[in-house]
């Protein structure tokens, strides 16, 4: 009995707390419990002026359901209870395709890393690319093939930002469901990290 209330105190308060800081904005201002991570760490990021958002809005190219397993499954921050395919997640109509899912946050900043939480047959995420709302480019800050995990999940993909020196509030990832033969990449929560101001 004295173990489990450390375990509660100790691990499930702090949880709450952070929980709770998310707010109805999705923006966090310090950084929220994720996923052990399965990608290495990179660069590290400033200690102060830097937002942590969960998106607020999404759509995607399609969706398996509505409102199970659709793009607003997306918004907040992760929800899924575990390893699998729950309707708490974002899954594609098909399990073969190539597909994309648009995600937007509360407020614009300069980016420096954008975290996606896949609950289900990671890694295919393809493609990551940052909105420019001046030129109304996408600018991609990631490109690469699609990978099987030996730890599948829960799976944290960290994409560090570098070179982007605009603001944005817009992200668009494209996942290849149709090369590993894995079936549905499913997505859970999309974090924008963030400066306030410029970086010198």
Known sequence: MKKGWTFFILVLIPTLVGSCLA????????PSSTPELTQEVGPSLPSSG?????????????AFADPEWSASQVIGPPDVPGCGDYQFAWASAASDSIETLEVVFARPVYPLEINILESFNPDQVVKVELFDPDTGAYYTVLQKNPLQVDRPCPFELKV?????DFLSSQVRITVDQSQLGLGWNEIDAVQLVGSIAPLE
């Not at 560090?160 to 982007?164: F, N």
């Open 23 to 30: 707010g109805d904005s999705g923006q966090v201002i310090t």
């Open 50 to 62: 830097v937002l942590y958002q969960w998106a607020i809005s999404a759509e995607a190219s399609s």
């Open 160 to 164: 560090p930002v570098v070179g982007i």
